[in-house]
């Protein structure tokens, strides 16, 4: 990444995992190996988990985010937490569009859109995921997806609103699959992303937003991943659950 321009963000997706002691537990351990971090570090944790997530973490640089929100302020979405409930408890990130909501849950680049203009309209910092299938990947139409991907998701976003918002390009068909795109595939797929964002926005915008790479990045490949021109960190699965392989990550974008 070139850190004249952007800083980078490696963010944790703990999915479902972690009880309430045990994300403490995890918090404590990982705090003291990420304090000196020239990057910024979050935990984006399951929702039992926030509040005492946040607590753990107070008064240190590890910011905490949630997982999903839904697009509308209240109502009846049995099971659903809105922006409104995130901000109101102090959550400072949402991870949005992961392929897993699209896979299992129905998302839609559409409700994507809809759950990104919610977050950014309470304040929140919106960790945007984006990706293609192993077959769109083989079929050769990874940049038309992504393209697709990012263009209805930033439907009404403003320029200045992109300050507040990271993009994460996951293949799908390397999270958790212990599969990875190689430094090359995933620094010219971020850069099909900044160059989408260029045409939207113009180049200074492209030239300042994070795009992080997500799909088994892990304390062995990550110095590789971050040192590519379009990488500015990561959004972390299986590698955030183990605290020194998660902090070698961060120590790895801090170079």
Same mark, same amino acid.
Request: proline share 2%.
């Given at each position: 990444m070139d850190k004249k321009l952007r800083r980078a963000v490696i963010a944790g997706n703990w999915k479902m995992n972690?009880?309430?002691d045990e994300a403490v537990a995890l918090i404590n351990e990982i705090k003291p190996l990420i304090a000196d971090a020239d990057c910024d570090v979050v935990a984006c944790v399951p929702y039992v988990d926030l509040f005492v997530a946040m607590e753990a973490a107070r008064g240190s640089n590890l910011k905490i985010g949630a997982e999903n929100c839904h697009w509308a302020e209240k109502g009846a979405?049995?099971?659903?937490?809105? @922006? @409104?409930?995130?901000?109101?408890?102090?959550?400072?990130y949402v991870i949005?569009?992961?392929?897993? =909501? =699209?896979?299992?849950?129905?998302e839609t680049d559409e409700t994507v859109n809809q759950r990104v203009r919610a977050a950014l309209d309470n304040g929140l910092k919106v960790i945007l995921c984006v990706g293609e299938l192993k077959d769109e990947r083989l079929g050769g139409i990874t940049e038309?997806?992504?393209?697709?991907q990012t263009k209805v998701a930033l439907a009404n976003v403003t320029e200045a609103e992109l300050a507040n918002i990271i993009i994460a390009y996951e293949p799908v068909w390397a999270i958790g699959t212990g599969l990875t795109a190689t430094a090359e595939q995933a620094d010219e797929t971020n850069g099909q992303i900044r160059k989408v964002?260029?045409?939207?926005?113009?180049?200074?915008?492209a030239d300042k937003i994070v795009i992080q790479y997500g799909g088994s990045m892990n304390a062995?490949?990550?110095?590789?991943?971050?040192? =590519?021109y379009n990488v500015d960190g990561g959004l972390i699965g299986g590698a955030s659950l183990k605290a020194p392989d998660f902090a070698a990550i961060v120590?790895?974008?801090s170079k």
């Open positions: 972690k009880t309430p979405f049995t099971g659903e937490i809105s @922006a @409104a409930m995130l901000k109101a408890i102090g959550v400072e949005i569009g992961h392929s897993e =909501r =699209r896979q299992y849950f129905g038309e997806i992504v393209r697709k964002i260029c045409e939207l926005y113009g180049k200074d915008a062995g490949n990550a110095d590789e991943l971050v040192a =590519r120590k790895a974008a």
